[in-house]
């Protein structure tokens, strides 16, 4: 029995044997029910900024029909005994073609954050993207993955010597790739975090990577030094609450921090610099000298853009609309996905990103084109409900059924998943 055979019946056995004693998954196995339960114990703001969407959602809606509209055609006797899923991205052999994306201001959903989340991946083997917008320093994270792989993602700051920086601490941390997300230049507009007048960074949640990084330190301390005249700040119990959070987040002693402008001046740089609506394929094409590292680009949706992505020299592309979080009524990242493949064709990497919910959809993205998928969301509530074991599991469990996906449709790897096991409605 080959590994990936233990991973798909194996976890089908242990969970069956398991009930025998009465004993039930921590986390739900199906996404409806895996989303109800974290639901249930997320707090309001958590809840809203995981799971909302740009404006009416349309384009959460609009991913999980894009899946929809392809069904698998199974294949029968065939030999599917033995399988192998894995496959090579840049340089590392993977166990299967599953990422864990990146997500901001995860301790929303679990203090330990992005530490737990790298600690499952890593016992998984699964690459885990490290967010530019994480609650923990990319060192901890990977410190938590010993020798799992792991990327980095980068949102491409208003300040280049801080892209510099983050670049090279990713190199330092061994990183395989940099993903540069594109489609965040500027927030969506996202009414379920506007109504609860909610936005974590402005609480000093989800800006670790910066309040760590000793260029970023540097920006602030010469902010604060301009500064002529003390801001006046009208006092709240909200900006209370909101200076108190600011403060046990920033490095140091928490009664020094109290103490000093710094917590807050670093949250108000954050806000201002952190990423630039005037990046252009200049920029993109700089990255070369900027590091040795395989870069992809994220938030990629229209074949002239990835014709682009090819003259500029990337390795990579991320299809996806940020999980419907940026764009109210954009196109469907799969379906993107079917109109960039044959573009690409073969000569990018591309990893499909936004709306990955089982196995199933994990296949018909790899028939479709993808090299890879990011698991998003689902991780997330696996970690609201569980921690770190919650996400173990959650990704576990993709896996499993992705495994037997592909053995009940008649194949054996990765390598033979194409167009051809599916039917478009």
């Known amino acids: 029995m080959s590994t990936q055979e233990s991973a798909g019946r194996a976890r089908q056995n242990t969970i069956y044997r398991d009930g025998v004693f009465g004993k039930r998954p921590s986390v739900p196995t199906d996404f409806a029910g895996l989303e109800a339960a974290a639901r249930r114990k997320m707090s309001p703001k958590a809840w809203a900024y995981v799971h909302g969407g740009a404006g009416s959602g349309s384009t959460m809606s609009a991913n999980r029909a894009a899946f929809d509209r392809w069904q698998i055609v199974p294949r029968v006797l065939r030999d599917v005994s033995e399988r192998d899923l894995g496959v090579e991205l840049f340089g590392r052999r993977l166990p299967a073609p599953v990422l864990l ?16 989340i790298a600690s499952a991946a890593g016992e998984l083997g699964v690459p885990y993207i490290f967010s530019n917008q994480g609650c923990a320093p990319m060192e901890e994270s990977a410190a938590a993955m010993g020798d799992a792989p792991r990327w980095f993602q980068l949102y491409w700051s208003t300040d280049d010597d801080l892209v510099d920086s983050f670049l090279d601490r990713a190199r330092r941390i061994s990183a395989d790739a940099i993903v540069v997300t594109l489609d965040t230049t500027m927030l969506g507009w996202r009414p379920e975090d506007l109504n609860l007048g909610s936005l ?172 890879a998928v990011t698991l998003g969301r689902p991780h997330l509530y696996g970690l609201a409900l569980a921690g770190r074991d919650g996400v173990r599991d959650v990704t576990a469990n993709l896996l499993a059924e992705f495994d037997l996906t592909v053995g009940l449709s008649g194949l054996t790897s990765v390598a033979e998943i194409d167009r051809d096991a599916l039917r478009r409605v």
């Open 200 to 371: 974590p960074f402005a609480q000093g949640q989800g800006i670790a990577q910066y309040t760590s990084d000793p260029v970023f330190r540097r920006i602030v301390r010469e902010r604060i030094a301009a500064v002529t005249e003390k801001p006046e700040v009208k006092v709240t119990l909200g900006a209370v609450k909101a200076l108190l959070s600011m403060t046990s987040r920033y490095p140091g002693r928490f009664l020094d921090n109290l103490r000093s402008p710094e917590p807050r001046a670093a949250v108000e740089t954050f806000l201002d610099i952190y990423s630039r609506p005037s990046l252009s394929w200049s920029d993109i094409e700089s990255l070369r000298e900027r590091t040795s590292l395989p870069v992809l680009l994220k938030g990629v949706l229209h074949p002239d853009d990835a014709r682009r992505a090819i003259d500029a020299g990337v390795d990579g592309l991320v299809v996806s609309n940020h999980g419907g979080r940026q764009v109210d009524g954009s196109v469907a990242a799969l379906d993107a996905l079917t109109d960039i493949a044959p573009v690409v064709d073969g000569r990018l990497k591309l990893v499909l990103d936004s709306g990955i919910r089982s196995g199933a959809d994990v296949f018909k993205a790899l028939a479709l084109g993808a090299d």
């Open 101 to 116: 994306a990146p997500v901001g201001a995860a301790e929303l959903a679990h203090p330990d954050a992005d530490v737990a």
